[in-house]
């Protein structure tokens, strides 16, 4: 009928209009202006196949583009022969519906249609979810644009399961599906594993959409994928409608955090409201506390007798225990890495009364999310840093400003003017300690160089390299290796014919962390943190001024050299001095910061990828490293995720 043609008329029209008062351009693109500049590298028929109605945003040809809005809604009269032809349409769709299949290209993703565009816009006034196109690719030139990257990488998961609508932003994700599912991008997959996954998928957008999913900024893919995380362990594909809803509505706070601009809110200092808090009410809350204590659960993936890191934190938790008395009870498992082990662990925990959950290493971080989400009666903070979650907190030290002042210490103890660095894993906050090192040494020593090796890099001899650099002040690991008692660690002169000499130590001090962050919840600052920061992730992020980090001097030290230190670290502690303020110079003479710019974000400072200019080295690749590391890396580095050693 033609008053069902005048009411999506109505709105096609309406939508052109909004797009203009808007600077968007209110018409259907073409596909034909798209690769006008020859962006198109061959075309492959794909056959016949079902697609999301919401990819197809545009015509082949610009003959027909402007009779369409934007959202291919009609926008000519009602008394021309087009609207007649679209009214039969319509009628034809409601009574019987539409069989034959229109004919599009597609180009990353998206469709643009040759034959069939009033069918489509029949289909989109009526809202049908999806169109049966006879589809043509036309494949995208090589490049390193993102997209680009994005799209290649969703052409391998097509051809093991050929679904559409699956748009990530960020190259690796149709990987991380695949593992997953306990899939791989090489191997067809099953059908009925398709087929789940493709309803699967439609459920989640209906019930996505449904709550707003729309107005965040992300792709629904993007969502997709973090629902398939947060129940990996639960069966993501076995769900109903019903079920859907609800576990869509339970993850929508990880969602909307996700979907931020602006994800993480960093808290660098401790509240000083906490601090005068805790004095205060602790004689009141004395008595409730050794009532009901606050019950801690550690859920470690490692074992201190075979990890630093773990018995830093383990240590950490014994000291929380012995400064807080009778306030706190905690407990502590080792060796949960694999899921199964993890979730039994937490279950257990929050059944036996845990008030919160701390995993200690950032390989935990989904496993810790999922987990949030699954009780939500519990706290869980997991020891990370620039990892979003709304249902975890995350805490970190900042570290780079002990390896500042250990730079100056260094540069003034090598009288050859190379001192080295041997760094862990490239994960996130890691190259600012490279970097504040460095900047620290060129300020005490504008000629020193820096030689950064990589201890979690296989198949290289960095002692052998360290020794032909001529280099004898080392800046090593922060804690021993278990597995290797030999391996420097701290700030260390290199004798050739006598013991290593450990001049200064930095120090994690992980028992002040945990007793600052049970303060906060005890006198409700934490709870109003919280309220302060909706909708982002929180993300505490102490340094020395909160005595979470600090270094420890030798006693050898010679008085000028301790003197030296001690006015470097007051004027950290005061603000007067950061490394990260000011001119910034990146290797090959990039200009990273102008003189006189302020102090680069704590966003910056985390994910920082650049090598300070008087650092000779590089960042690693994935392939390079161990598997551990490799982990490490997967899920907070700050390098790509590649796994061919062709790709350097």
Same mark, same amino acid.
């Given at each position: 009928?033609?008053?069902?043609?005048?009411?999506?008329?109505?709105?096609?029209?309406?939508?052109?209009?909004?797009?203009?008062?808007?600077?968007?351009?209110?018409?259907? =693109?073409?596909?034909?202006?798209?690769?006008?500049?020859?962006?198109?590298?061959?075309? #492959?028929?794909?056959?016949?196949?079902?697609?999301?109605?919401?990819? *197809?945003?545009?015509?082949?040809? %610009?003959?027909?583009?402007?009779?369409?809005?934007?959202?291919?809604? =009609?926008?000519?009269?009602?008394?021309?022969?087009?609207?007649?032809?679209?009214?039969? !349409?319509?009628?034809?769709?409601?009574?019987?519906?539409?069989?034959?299949?229109?004919?599009?290209?597609?180009?990353?993703?998206?469709?643009? *249609?040759?034959?069939?565009?009033?069918?489509?816009?029949?289909?989109?006034?009526?809202?049908?979810?999806?169109?049966?196109?006879?589809?043509?690719?036309? !494949?995208?030139?090589?490049?390193? +644009?993102?997209?680009?990257?994005?799209?290649?990488?969703?052409?391998?998961?097509?051809?093991?399961?050929?679904?559409?609508?699956? #748009?990530?932003?960020?190259?690796?994700?149709?990987?991380?599906?695949?593992?997953?599912?306990?899939?791989? !991008?090489?191997?067809? @997959?099953?059908?009925?594993?398709?087929?789940?996954?493709?309803?699967?998928?439609?459920?989640?957008?209906?019930?996505?959409?449904?709550?707003?999913?729309?107005? !965040?900024?992300?792709?629904? /893919? +993007?969502?997709?994928?973090?629902?398939?995380?947060?129940?990996?362990?639960?069966?993501?594909?076995?769900?109903?409608?019903?079920?859907?809803?609800? %576990?869509?509505?339970?993850?929508?706070?990880?969602?909307?955090?996700?979907?931020?601009?602006?994800?993480?809110?960093?808290?660098?200092?401790?509240?000083?409201?906490?601090?005068?808090?805790?004095?205060?009410?602790?004689?009141?809350?004395?008595?409730?506390?050794?009532?009901?204590?606050?019950?801690?659960?550690?859920?470690?993936?490692?074992?201190? /007798?075979?990890?630093?890191?773990?018995?830093?934190?383990?240590?950490?938790?014994?000291?929380?225990?012995?400064?807080?008395?009778?306030?706190?009870?905690?407990?502590?498992?080792?060796?949960?890495?694999?899921?199964?082990?993890?979730?039994?662990?937490?279950?257990?925990?929050?059944?036996?009364?845990?008030?919160?959950? *701390?995993?200690?290493?950032?390989?935990?971080?989904?496993?810790?999310?999922?987990?949030?989400?699954?009780? =939500?009666?519990?706290?869980?903070?997991?020891?990370? #840093?620039?990892?979003?979650?709304?249902?975890?907190?995350?805490?970190?030290?900042?570290?780079?400003?002990?390896?500042?002042?250990?730079?100056?210490?260094? /540069?003034?103890?090598?009288?050859?003017?190379?001192?080295?660095?041997?760094?862990?894993?490239?994960?996130?906050?890691?190259?600012?300690?490279?970097?504040?090192?460095?900047?620290?040494?060129?300020?005490?020593?504008?000629?020193?160089?820096?030689?950064?090796?990589?201890?979690?890099?296989?198949?290289?001899?960095?002692?052998?390299?360290?020794?032909?650099?001529?280099?004898?002040?080392?800046?090593?690991?922060?804690?021993?290796?278990?597995?290797?008692?030999?391996?420097?660690?701290?700030?260390?002169?290199?004798?050739?014919?006598? =013991?290593?000499?450990?001049?200064?130590?930095?120090?994690?001090?992980?028992?002040?962390?945990?007793?600052?962050?049970?303060?906060?919840?005890?006198? +409700?600052? @934490?709870?109003?943190?919280?309220?302060?920061?909706?909708?982002?992730?929180?993300?505490?992020?102490?340094?020395?001024?909160?005595?979470?980090?600090?270094?420890?001097?030798?006693?050898?030290?010679?008085?000028?050299?301790?003197?030296?230190?001690?006015?470097?670290?007051?004027? #950290?502690?005061?603000?007067?001095?950061?490394?990260?303020?000011?001119?910034? *110079?990146?290797?090959?003479?990039?200009?990273?910061?102008?003189?006189?710019?302020?102090?680069?974000?704590?966003?910056?400072?985390?994910?920082? %990828?650049?090598?300070?200019?008087?650092?000779?080295?590089?960042?690693?690749?994935?392939?390079?490293?161990?598997?551990?590391?490799?982990?490490?890396?997967?899920?907070?580095?700050?390098?790509?995720?590649?796994?061919? /050693?062709?790709?350097?």
């Amino acid at each position: 009928m033609i008053e069902d043609y005048r009411k999506a008329c109505k709105r096609g029209r309406r939508e052109v209009s909004d797009a203009v008062a808007h600077g968007r351009y209110p018409y259907l =693109p073409a596909l034909d202006d798209l690769l006008d500049g020859g962006r198109g590298a061959g075309e #492959v028929s794909m056959g016949v196949l079902e697609v999301p109605m919401e990819l *197809v945003v545009g015509t082949k040809t %610009r003959s027909r583009s402007n009779m369409f809005s934007c959202g291919f809604l =009609p926008i000519a009269d009602a008394d021309t022969e087009f609207a007649v032809k679209w009214s039969r !349409l319509y009628d034809a769709q409601v009574s019987e519906g539409i069989r034959d299949p229109v004919v599009v290209y597609e180009y990353l993703q998206r469709f643009y *249609v040759q034959e069939g565009n009033k069918r489509v816009s029949v289909l989109r006034s009526l809202d049908v979810p999806t169109i049966t196109a006879s589809i043509t690719r036309v !494949l995208p030139k090589p490049s390193d +644009d993102p997209a680009i990257c994005c799209y290649n990488e969703f052409q391998k998961l097509f051809r093991v399961a050929p679904i559409y609508g699956l #748009v990530f932003s960020e190259e690796g994700s149709c990987e991380k599906l695949a593992k997953l599912l306990g899939r791989d !991008l090489v191997e067809p @997959w099953p059908e009925d594993l398709v087929r789940r996954l493709k309803s699967v998928f439609y459920l989640f957008v209906r019930s996505y959409r449904s709550r707003g999913g729309h107005m !965040l900024n992300q792709t629904v /893919a +993007d969502a997709f994928l973090l629902y398939v995380k947060a129940y990996a362990t639960s069966g993501p594909l076995d769900v109903s409608s019903r079920e859907m809803d609800w %576990r869509v509505a339970r993850l929508w706070g990880e969602l909307v955090v996700a979907g931020q601009d602006e994800a993480i809110a960093y808290l660098e200092n401790p509240s000083e409201e906490s601090g005068r808090l805790s004095a205060q009410v602790k004689g009141i809350a004395r008595g409730l506390r050794k009532a009901k204590p606050l019950q801690l659960a550690f859920v470690y993936d490692r074992d201190p /007798a075979t990890s630093g890191w773990t018995a830093q934190h383990e240590r950490g938790r014994l000291d929380l225990q012995e400064r807080m008395g009778d306030a706190v009870q905690t407990s502590a498992v080792f060796g949960c890495a694999s899921d199964e082990a993890f979730d039994k662990a937490v279950a257990q925990a929050v059944k036996n009364g845990a008030n919160i959950v *701390v995993t200690a290493s950032p390989r935990q971080m989904e496993q810790t999310r999922r987990s949030a989400v699954a009780h =939500p009666e519990a706290t869980f903070i997991n020891c990370s #840093v620039n990892l979003s979650s709304s249902a975890v907190r995350t805490f970190y030290a900042r570290m780079y400003e002990v390896k500042f002042v250990m730079g100056a210490l260094a /540069a003034g103890m090598a009288q050859n003017h190379r001192v080295g660095y041997l760094a862990t894993s490239p994960i996130f906050g890691s190259i600012a300690e490279v970097n504040a090192f460095a900047i620290g040494a060129s300020m005490v020593d504008p000629y020193c160089t820096v030689y950064l090796k990589w201890a979690s890099a296989e198949g290289y001899d960095w002692r052998g390299e360290l020794e032909a650099d001529d280099v004898r002040v080392l800046a090593g690991r922060d804690y021993p290796n278990p597995l290797d008692p030999t391996e420097p660690w701290g700030l260390s002169c290199l004798h050739a014919s006598a =013991p290593t000499e450990r001049v200064a130590t930095p120090v994690w001090d992980w028992g002040r962390y945990y007793e600052l962050i049970v303060r906060s919840i005890q006198d +409700d600052r @934490w709870r109003k943190e919280g309220s302060e920061h909706r909708d982002r992730a929180l993300n505490y992020w102490w340094g020395m001024n909160a005595g979470v980090v600090r270094l420890e001097l030798g006693e050898g030290l010679a008085a000028g050299q301790r003197r030296m230190v001690q006015t470097v670290e007051r004027a #950290v502690l005061e603000g007067r001095l950061n490394p990260f303020e000011g001119m910034l *110079v990146a290797q090959k003479g990039v200009v990273v910061r102008e003189e006189g710019s302020p102090r680069l974000t704590a966003e910056e400072i985390a994910s920082m %990828r650049w090598l300070n200019e008087n650092v000779v080295g590089r960042l690693p690749k994935s392939w390079e490293l161990s598997a551990a590391a490799a982990g490490d890396v997967a899920t907070s580095g700050v390098i790509s995720p590649e796994t061919d /050693a062709e790709s350097e």
